[in-house]
């Protein structure tokens, strides 16, 4: 499943631009779904029908990563930029990004006016190797993305873009390993999701499910002085989320989740996360509400170009959710 | 006076805070009679149109342009016969004091105070005074005068003429009323290709209420969005974005906070300028909202993208525009509808 990964964080997605994404999981799940199509928004959309019994269930992760786009370009051809989505300056100051055409900038920063502050975004701009605006590769309204390589450590990987094609990833490799399911599952990858949960907004909506689980990372708090005080740590399992900033897991799929997982013996962990949300608050609060959970991957460094997780963790997750989708729903 | 701007003094001069957008409707409804098949006010004050297009039946473009204004509410009127507000929309205190208003139906002018500089301490002169601090004297002493003339809940608007300049043009609330204008003149140019859905939304300005149900009322296959829109071009100490330039032709948004533009939409706007060779302008990306973040993601999403007149000062009382932005813009838009055909928004891939 490493290939798989690699692939899809080293891809080029930021929110609004994830046509490369979504041509690249097409290509990964080729021949894995009954029905496979693009909606308005850009959402990659596979359906698994059942044999009838089932529910309606929609899962979903998202393609889109945090980036930025240009907005100014100086006359001495520096690009400003304003972020994609929720961009740190603190974890992206000197270091790269990649637009659409290949090319490269690095991320340089104004005199501050205490030299360790963490500057305002307006303080940043980019430097693509131009002598001039007239010559600059880059114009006003070109998306990047941050660049960095996937690189293991050990038994976990880093990489930019975890958030969340580690998600994508789960989902794809859970259409390899659906043996059989009764229920009719409509994998989502979703876009847009970075900027307001925008493309399950409104696939939620057209596919209108018996219950939704996204599939997205969360924090960890097993760091030295970690920023969030949190009970989820790496290699302790996938994380079921009870809460999180703008979400309360609807309590009968959380238990559904934490039974399939002790019945096989899948280490988990249990997550209420300060701040943060997912596609699963879209799909909760669609036409009259949904059920909705989430399926957590475990995250260091999230929305840095490190973003760093357990593969044992993301195994166990495809293990669960294959487990779930193979299975009964304890829908009350 | 082209025909655009005739209509824009009438919608400018009009009143309309958000929620109270009656008097804007009702010379919108005055220009485009005749002009359209259908016409009819919603339960949030939307005034949604139809023309029925030429060719491509069933295939649905809708257009939005926002009526009403950021303003002011009167919260109570105090022993002096002072009345105290609250703001309708997002305004900047700074801009407040010393100015005129028109409160209620009645139009009773008042002027939000402020001290003469000559009893103010130094200190005091570098202050932004927040607005629940201010009042507007309506010229009246006492508390029971000035309920004879407001109430609480009365809306209140700037009180600024409509001017034409020469090239540019000043009047209150560009942001909207030149989306507004831009739409009426596309009225005016109609039928197109496709079923028209013009669409005067309310309170844009206190969280694009409007836009949100009229969206999923209307739930067509492609939106543009028209805007007055953020133009900062005066000179500046560091190269850094004006947003819009007042003369460089209609902007194009492709990113604000509130929305991503449909890519294919963008192009085809663009492709129709370069075409026609009409100037045009990139919005710089990810200032301000507007309708299209409610359009777009309305039911399964809508692809949409705004257009917008460049307009100096929005949210202050005067405003400032470019008659050849404006019918720039105009020209843009009618051009792009006549290539806007299904396939363009149609299947992804």
């Not at chain 1, 999981?25 to 959402?43: F, H, P, S, W, Y």
């Amino acid at each position: 499943m490493k290939d798989t990964i690699k692939q899809l964080v080293e891809a080029f997605g930021p929110s609004g631009s994830e046509d490369q994404v979504r041509a690249l999981i097409r290509q990964q799940i080729a021949g894995l779904a009954d029905e496979v199509r693009t909606d308005t928004m850009g959402n990659l959309i596979a359906l698994k029908k059942g044999d009838g019994t089932g529910k309606k269930i929609m899962l979903s992760a998202h393609m889109d990563e945090i980036g930025v786009i240009v907005s100014h370009v100086d006359e001495k051809g520096f690009a400003r930029v304003d972020p994609i989505g929720g961009v740190r300056t603190l974890f992206e100051v000197t270091g790269r990004v990649q637009f659409e055409s290949g090319v490269v900038g690095v991320i340089g920063v104004e005199k501050l006016d205490k030299p360790d502050a963490v500057p305002a975004m307006e303080q940043l701009y980019l430097d693509v190797g131009a002598t001039s605006k007239a010559d600059c590769p880059v114009k006003v309204g070109d998306v990047a993305c941050f660049l960095q390589p996937m690189v293991e450590m050990g038994s976990h990987l880093t990489a930019k873009a975890m958030d969340d094609r580690i998600g994508c990833a789960v989902l794809v490799q859970a259409m390899r390993d659906l043996k059989s399911t009764p229920h009719e599952v409509y994998f989502v990858f979703s876009t847009q999701e970075e900027v307001g949960l925008r493309g399950a907004t409104t696939s939620a909506y057209g596919i209108a499910p018996d219950v939704g689980i996204a599939v997205d990372v969360t924090f960890s708090g097993d760091t030295p002085e970690p920023p969030v005080k949190m009970a989820v740590s790496l290699d302790k399992g996938p994380a079921i989320k009870v809460k999180d900033g703008g979400m309360l897991a609807t309590p009968w799929v959380k238990e559904w989740m934490v039974r399939t997982a002790e019945a096989l013996g899948i280490p988990y962990q249990l997550e209420v996360l300060v701040g943060g949300t997912t596609d699963a608050r879209a799909i909760q609060t669609t036409q009259a509400g949904i059920p909705a959970g989430c399926l957590s991957i475990p995250c260091r460094y999230v929305h840095s170009p490190s973003e760093t997780v357990s593969y044992g963790d993301v195994l166990n997750g495809v293990k669960l959710m294959v487990a779930m989708l193979s299975g009964p729903v304890d829908m009350p | 006076m082209s025909d655009q701007t005739r209509w824009l003094k009438a919608l400018s001069e009009a009143f309309g805070p958000s929620g109270c957008e009656d008097e804007v409707r009702k010379v919108i409804i005055e220009a485009i009679a005749g002009k359209v098949d259908e016409c009819r006010t919603d339960h949030l004050g939307n005034l949604i149109c139809l023309q029925k297009g030429t060719a491509h039946p069933g295939f649905k473009v809708m257009a939005a342009a926002h009526m009403d204004e950021i303003g002011l509410m009167v919260s109570h009127a105090d022993e002096s016969g002072m009345v105290h507000f609250a703001k309708v929309g997002g305004i900047d205190d700074r801009v407040l004091p010393a100015k005129v208003v028109r409160i209620g139906e009645k139009r009773v002018p008042g002027v939000i105070c402020i001290k003469p500089v000559h009893l103010t301490r130094a200190e005091e002169r570098t202050q932004v005074i927040p607005y629940d601090q201010l009042v507007i004297d309506i010229g009246v002493s006492s508390k029971a005068e000035a309920e004879k003339l407001v109430n609480k809940g009365d809306y209140a608007a700037f009180d600024v003429a409509f001017e034409d300049l020469g090239a540019l043009v000043k009047g209150k609330s560009f942001d909207d009323r030149a989306g507004c204008a831009v739409l009426i003149a596309l009225i005016e140019r109609g039928p197109y290709p496709f079923d028209f859905c013009p669409v005067f939304t309310t309170m844009e300005e206190v969280g694009l209420r409007g836009a949100r149900v009229a969206g999923y009322s209307v739930m067509p296959q492609a939106a543009f969005v028209f805007e007055g829109t953020i133009c900062d071009d005066g000179p500046k100490e560091a190269d850094i974005s004006p947003t819009t330039e007042v003369g460089k032709g209609p902007a194009i948004s492709v990113m604000d906070r509130s929305v991503i533009a449909d890519r294919r939409l963008v192009q085809l706007v663009v492709d129709t300028a370069k075409a026609e060779g009409i100037p045009y302008q990139f919005k710089q990306p990810g200032k301000g909202a507007t309708d299209a973040g409610a359009i777009h993601l309305a039911k399964t999403g809508v692809p949409t993208v705004p257009v917008s007149v460049p307009s100096r000062y929005i949210h202050s009382p005067v405003t400032m525009l470019s008659k050849s932005d404006l019918e720039h813009t105009v020209n843009l838009v009618a051009s792009t509808f006549l290539r806007l055909t299904p396939d363009v928004v149609g299947q992804r891939d």
